[in-house]
């Protein structure tokens, strides 16, 4: 380390120029270590000094630690400057929202931002407390600022804290935005020489305004339910609570270990509902109550994953796409003639299913690329008539016209909505589902990863099944289509609209790995028949085996 008089100056100039005197004799600390041929300090400086985190189309996501590439208050201190500079040069001073989770350091980044903004002209509404982030967009809607931030990982490991950017009317940030954002943080000089200052203000009643919203989103009149809950530690569990109980559904029961914000998030390995044994406690409380649904919000409350009790009377979590073509078939349902000419989405790797509920309901349908930054830019490039969108990793829209992107909160309601009104059928989710299949066939999907050694392998993979695309997979003829250069992904897919497939394949962008999006498809000849849409299924179900094998053969070539 003695030699590395780059790495040690770097180090010495990042601390005097910190903000935060804990973060300095963090680093300084680390640098001593370091110098005292500490080879596992030596790397750990190594990785913090190695650059600021990418300011990517979801803003920044790092561990909070000190030094550039990190998440700290310096970090977020330049973020901000290099934001309201752009802001600034975009459209002037306006207003800006900024909300936080309760994630380690939230509170005070989300404060350093609000200061920074306030110093550079804007005018500022802090939330007043910890809350879910579609709490935070809707604001930004509803206020008609020029921008919104909130502090949030979603649902990254404990040890990580983020920077989300929304920009005017509430929507994600796309780029090329996003690099010229990076450009204006570059350009920023030392933390401690960037202006602050306290005059920014308190919106208070931005979570009672987003509540009364959400108040009004059922479609259904009837009530009868009742709903086990979790937040998995994250700040979802009240605003929950509140927004069912306004609508209606006063039988909740939260899991109690679960209900508190916990930054260590101590009951689950990962705080994700995707990730297997994250819903355990909610699946164990809906079995212990006799709930008729199961809620598992996401910790920064912007996702949502439903359980449901099999008819063995074993619970399960639904998948997005099974959550995302309930949601769809209950919004078009109700549409009222007042929404002319309206649209759903979702994007090329969930389930194709909504395309053909939307021609069943006449309705417009598009497909983007993953994420909601291009959901909430389907159709014309501006959403237009947006009423519904999905994507098959729990994000779900229900009330675009104010909340422009994923919302676990009135996703929840909705959904006991549309549970409450089947049970006063005496039908389920279940049954649903199984009536969605008979009209429109059975939709089966999954996803694998397959890892390599390096990230560049991907690469390798990607050119060679763009120069030589399989023909045929799983006994079925395919085409391919390359979304390059709009984005470094393939769609194999059978020419067949009822019995058939689809993969999408895309290399990760942080790991060593090609992420692998499958569907097989099956149509029910006799919908009335039981027997015929288990036989469906079945059939849907070994194409799959064979499709993931092949698919896994594919990549390894």
């Not at 935060?20 to 041929?37: G, N, T």
């Amino acid at each position: 380390m003695t030699r590395d008089t780059e790495l040690r100056e770097s180090t010495l100039r990042w601390a005097d120029d910190d903000v935060d005197e804990q973060d300095r004799a963090e680093l300084r600390e680390l640098l001593e270590a370091a110098e005292s041929e500490d080879e596992r300090a030596l790397t750990e400086l190594r990785g913090r000094m190695a650059g600021p985190p990418g300011f990517g189309t979801a803003g920044i996501r790092a561990p909070v630690r000190a030094g550039p590439n990190g998440m700290n208050r310096a970090v977020v201190v330049r973020t901000t400057a290099g934001l309201a500079a752009w802001l600034a040069e975009r459209a002037g001073p306006g207003t800006v929202v900024v909300g936080h989770d309760a994630r380690h350091g939230s509170p005070r980044f989300a404060e350093d931002a609000a200061e920074v903004f306030a110093a550079a002209g804007f005018r500022v509404l802090m939330l007043p407390e910890a809350l879910p982030t579609p709490v935070l967009a809707f604001a930004t809607r509803s206020q008609g600022a020029v921008a919104g931030v909130q502090i949030t990982a979603s649902h990254n490991p404990p040890a990580d804290n983020g920077y989300k950017v929304y920009l005017a009317g509430g929507v994600p940030l796309v780029s090329p935005f996003d690099e010229e954002i990076e450009q204006r943080i570059a350009a920023v000089g030392p933390a401690r020489e960037v202006e602050r200052s306290a005059g920014w203000s308190y919106h208070d009643r931005a979570l009672n305004d987003y509540l009364a919203r959400v108040e009004t989103l059922p479609r259904g009149d009837v009530r009868e339910l009742r709903v086990a809950a979790t937040a998995l530690h994250g700040v979802g569990a009240e605003p929950l609570r509140y927004a069912l109980h306004l609508a209606g559904f006063t039988d909740v029961h939260l899991v109690a270990e679960q209900r508190e914000p916990d930054p260590g998030f101590p009951t689950v390995r990962f705080p994700n509902p995707e990730e297997p044994g994250t819903t355990d406690a909610v699946l164990g409380l809906a079995s212990r109550v006799e709930a008729d649904l199961a809620v598992a919000l996401d910790p920064d409350a912007d996702r949502c994953a439903l359980g449901v009790r099999e008819p063995n009377g074993r619970w399960r979590m639904l998948s997005g796409d099974e959550t995302g073509v309930l949601l769809g078939e209950h919004v078009l349902a109700g549409l009222g003639p007042e929404k002319r000419d309206p649209l759903v989405a979702t994007t090329i790797v969930s389930s194709t299913m909504l395309a053909a509920i939307a021609a069943e309901h006449g309705v417009r349908y598009d497909e983007t690329l993953t994420g909601f930054k291009w959901l909430m830019r389907a159709g014309d490039g501006a959403a237009t008539g947006l009423v519904y969108a999905y994507e098959e990793a729990l994000g779900h829209c229900v009330d675009p016209e104010w909340v422009r992107d994923k919302d676990g909160l009135s996703t929840a309601v909705l959904a006991c909505d549309l549970a409450a009104t089947l049970r006063s059928r005496g039908l389920s989710l279940l049954d649903r589902l199984d009536e969605l299949e008979r009209r429109h066939g059975v939709h089966e999907t999954a996803q694998l990863s397959v890892r390599v050694r390096r990230i560049s392998e991907t690469a390798e993979v990607m050119r060679r099944l763009r120069d030589a695309p399989p023909r045929e997979l799983a006994g079925i003829p395919v085409h391919t289509r390359d979304l390059l250069p709009e984005a470094d992904v393939l769609v194999l897919r059978s020419a067949e609209s009822a019995a058939g497939l689809r993969v999408v394949l895309r290399p990760s962008g942080t790991e060593p790995k090609l992420k692998c999006y499958l569907q097989t498809t099956e149509p029910v000849a006799s919908p009335a028949s039981g027997a015929e849409l288990a036989s469906s299924r079945r059939r849907a179900r070994t194409r799959m085996s064979a499709l993931d094998a092949e698919v896994r053969a594919l990549v390894a070539g």
